[in-house]
């Protein structure tokens, strides 16, 4: 599915721990805010990582990912970490991500996913299940 509007964000208040020496935010953190809000998108879609592992037998592992850092985020900004999916396919979904503080775009990013065999990593189906949720939005 191409160009899905749907977008997700969380709420990401920046600790010291996430700031380097200048008290800006570290530029490979940015990576773990888009990963949790990829985490929470999951979950707001009713899909824990643990239980797909356990249950259908897949993990979703990134593939790649393209930042590009504009602008710097500071200790105790309170930022917003947006998922919107652009393109799904048999096993893998692409996503469009930004960190926000207000209006403005701090970092902006695509981040691609593959669906892996929890048991051999090898690529496999997204579960229709999972894929029909993730088509529906949220």
């Not at 985490?39 to 590009?68: I, K, Y």
């Not at 710097?72 to 979904?93: C, E, M, Y």
Request: proline letters at 4%; glycine letters at 6%.
């Amino acid at each position: 599915m191409e160009n899905m509007k749907s977008v997700f964000s969380i709420p990401i208040r920046v600790y010291y721990e996430d700031t380097d020496a200048g008290h800006v935010v570290y530029y490979a953190n940015y990576l773990k805010f888009m990963e949790r809000a990829r985490t929470e998108w999951l979950r707001a879609l009713g899909f824990e990582q643990d239980e797909l592992s356990r249950r259908e037998g897949v993990l979703f592992a990134v593939r790649s990912a393209r930042l590009e850092f504009l602008k710097p985020a500071r200790f105790n900004d309170l930022l917003q970490a947006t998922v919107r999916v652009t393109r799904r396919g048999k096993a893998s979904i692409a996503f469009a991500q930004e960190i926000r503080r207000d209006a403005l775009t701090l970092c902006e990013g695509e981040v691609k996913v593959a669906c892996l065999d929890a048991a051999t990593f090898a690529p496999r189906p997204i579960p229709e299940g999972i894929g029909s949720k993730i088509d529906a939005g949220i």
